[in-house]
Nanobody, 121 residues
Framework: QVQLVESGGGLVQTGGSLRLSCVASGSILSINAMVWYRQAPGKQRELVAASTSGGGTHYAEFAKGRFTISRDNAANTVSLQMNGLKPEDTAVYYC???????????????WGQGIQVTVSS
């Protein structure tokens, strides 16, 4: 099994910065992708940024130029540096990890519990 622990959320003013982190632990053999999603009240969950095992990254349009995803493979950690935050970035941010574990023959997704990010105007 994989356990995810997210940290770094909170309240920040418009234009401020936050850094989210997500640490994966458990009987992990390898991690394919680590992804950040977010869900604002009344809206669908949406992808923010993704990091693949090969070092590739992908960003939602709204995140380009403001957010940076980075990954520490040795520590099974993914971070999301968010700069220039706007009130519309207010949401619960979720970490997703796609990994192979010792007890399953194929990779599967694990979601974190979510962490609140609030940007005040």
């Amino acid at each position: 099994q994989v356990q995810l622990v997210e940290s770094g959320g909170g309240l920040v003013q418009t234009g401020g910065s936050l850094r989210l982190s997500c640490v994966a632990s458990g009987s992990i053999l390898s991690i394919n992708a680590m992804v950040w999603y977010r869900q604002a009240p009344g809206k669908q969950r949406e992808l923010v940024a993704a990091s693949t095992s090969g070092g590739g990254t992908h960003y939602a349009e709204f995140a380009k130029g403001r957010f940076t995803i980075s990954r520490d493979n040795a520590a099974n950690t993914v971070s999301l540096q968010m700069n220039g935050l706007k009130p519309e970035d207010t949401a619960v941010y979720y970490c997703l990890c796609n990994a192979r574990v010792q007890t399953r023959p194929w990779p599967y997704d694990t979601w974190g519990q979510g962490i609140q990010v609030t940007v005040s105007s």
